[in-house]
């Protein structure tokens, strides 16, 4: 049976805290297995132009947005 919910803003800090634990479980994740190809990576991103990073953190963004719509 599930745990009663909260008032509805302490259960919203319950799901915030629970999903930045994943996310830095699952970041935790490349650095653990295999720190020496984070390194390389890391590096080659550091040469990236700004308009490319941009870019690509505007599709992470909107990826995540659209895994939160579709779940929620």
């Given at each position: ?18 999903a930045f ?20 990576t890391?590096?080659?991103l ?6 490319v ?16 719509y579709?779940?929620?």
């Open positions: 049976m599930a745990a009663p919910r909260r008032l509805r803003g302490a259960v919203m800090w319950d799901d915030l805290l629970a634990g994943l996310m830095l479980v699952l970041e935790g994740i490349i650095p653990f297995l295999n720190p020496r190809a984070l390194r390389q890391l590096l080659r550091a040469q990236l132009e700004d308009r990073l941009r870019i690509a953190g505007l599709a992470s963004m909107a990826g995540g947005l659209l895994v939160l579709f779940l929620r």
